[in-house]
Every structure is written in structure tokens, then in C-alpha cells.
């Protein structure tokens, strides 16, 4: 049983920044690619970022590069997502993705709300 809590939602002004954690119980990163995705009401829910396996590897959705980071830490299990520079068009419940490879199986945590205002 793989198990995502995702935290660190919240309000923040424009240009700010945020980070946000996935906490992943039942196995272990490095047996997981992990996700970020985000999902406005009445929109269909969109890729984010990526992470796979030790970390050296990423991707990320074209509007959020450069702005975004999507990190790992292993010792405690949990993936991060840093959002710098903050806009209102990021504003959306952000929601974390456990993939085991080579098997069609995936695991959604219960998202973070993100709210971008002044």
C-alpha cells in the first residue's frame, strides 16, 4: 500500500513563494517517479513536474520552468515542490502522483489548495 499526504497549501501574494511537501509511506522513493500536477475547477488536471528515481532526472511543464523546483529527500521519504515568483494563473489544487515503474498503477494523494492573491 503506497499512501501520499501532500502539505505546505496556502495563500501567498504574487511573486512570492511556497513549498510544498508529499509525504510517501509503504515504499521507498527510489522505487517511485514522482509528480507534481494542479487542477482548477472545471479544468481538466495538468502535468507539473517530475522526478525520477535517485533525482537526477526532472521535468517540468513549460509555464512553470524556471520558476519551479521539484526535489527529493530521502532520509525522510518526501517530495518537494518549491514555486518561486508566484502567479495568479498558478492558483489551483495541487496534487501529488507516486508511479511504480513498469506497472500500470498510480497513487494520488488528496491535494493542497494554492491560492495566489493580493
Known amino acids: 500500500q503506497v499512501q501520499l499526504v501532500e502539505s ?4 501567498v501574494e504574487p511573486g512570492g513563494s511556497l513549498t ?3 509525504a510517501v509511506s509503504g ?3 527510489n522505487n517511485l517517479v514522482m509528480s507534481w500536477h494542479r487542477q482548477r475547477p472545471g479544468e481538466e488536471r495538468e502535468f507539473v513536474a517530475a522526478i525520477i528515481n535517485i533525482g ?12 519551479f ?6 532520509a525522510k521519504n518526501t ?3 518549491r514555486m518561486n515568483a508566484l ?3 498558478d492558483t489551483a489544487g495541487y496534487y501529488c502522483k507516486a508511479r511504480v ?6 497513487y494520488w494523494g488528496q491535494g493542497t489548495q494554492v491560492t495566489v492573491s493580493s
Do not use: Q
Open 56 to 67: 537526477s532526472t526532472t521535468n517540468y511543464a513549460d509555464s512553470v520552468k524556471g520558476r
Open 79 to 81: 517530495v518537494y515542490l
Open 87 to 89: 502567479k495568479s494563473e
Open 101 to 106: 515503474p513498469r506497472r500500470d498503477i498510480e
Open 20 to 22: 510544498l511537501s508529499c
Open 27 to 29: 515504499r521507498t522513493l
Open 69 to 74: 523546483i521539484i526535489f527529493r529527500d530521502n
Open 8 to 11: 505546505g497549501g496556502g495563500l
